[in-house]
């Protein structure tokens, strides 16, 4: 699996966008993201050295169940999860009472990345994980986040590519999933290989070509458990 990250160094008004989230939130789609790390999902962001010296200000945008969110607690200086369901948010409290529960620089609260609920320059960092991919506006979001964070601070994403996906042997089964998958998104109004388009969006929201540092990195499923995992 194909993955894409960029980071913008920062230097509207927005209404609200009705945004399908074709995954939904079945409990096998929440436990599979409850999956998710620092480690295994923001590490271009931890090399970077935006978090160096622990006193970031950090938004994580549809932070989902949180399982990557707690895992900022202890780097940064304070850690805001937002997302758009206030029932995968619940998880998200249970899981920081889980790992974290002395942590006291860690909250989750519901919101609109379209209309984030903060004064301009509130973070040093806003990370958004496999999130602009199901909006049928990144550009605006990019550009909401970008609002927010501190001029030198940066924003932080990263998106799948599933078009650049590869499966051995190449079943016409996979081929079929994906093609319905894709079709889907693009149905819903999202864009399914994200990955490939966050250059260009993060420019059209504001960033400069030499603000933006782009990096990818591949998850292989190598072993049987590997592959059963991922379905």
Not at 13 to 23: E, M
Not at 65 to 77: K, M, N, Q
Not at 181 to 192: D, I, K, S
């Amino acid at each position: 699996m194909t993955w894409r990250g960029a980071i913008g160094r920062a230097s509207t008004t927005l209404r609200a966008r009705a945004d399908v989230y074709t995954h939904g939130h079945h409990r096998s789609v929440v436990e599979q993201h409850a999956k998710r790390t620092v480690e295994s999902c923001a590490a271009f962001l931890t090399a970077s050295g935006a978090l160096a010296g622990g006193t970031a200000r950090l938004l994580d945008v549809g932070c989902g169940p949180g399982s990557i969110t707690v895992g900022f607690a202890p780097l940064c200086g304070l850690v805001v999860g937002i997302d758009a369901s206030e029932a995968v948010l619940e998880t998200a409290r249970e899981t920081a009472l889980q790992k974290v529960p002395d942590a006291n620089n860690l909250s989750f609260q519901k919101a609109s990345v379209y209309e984030l609920p903060f004064e301009d320059d509130s973070f040093d960092v806003a990370y958004a994980h496999q999130v602009l991919q199901h909006l049928a506006d990144p550009v605006a979001a990019a550009r909401e986040m970008k609002r927010v964070v501190r001029p030198g601070g940066c924003i932080a994403v990263r998106d799948a590519d599933y078009s650049s996906m590869l499966t051995y042997p190449d079943l016409p089964t996979i081929q079929e999933w994906r093609r319905i998958y894709r079709a889907t998104c693009v149905r819903n109004g999202a864009q399914p290989d994200a990955g490939r388009y966050l250059l260009p969006w993060l420019m059209e929201a504001g960033f400069t070509r030499d603000q933006v540092q782009l990096s990818m990195a591949v998850t292989p499923y190598l072993t049987t458990e590997q592959v059963a995992d991922w379905g």
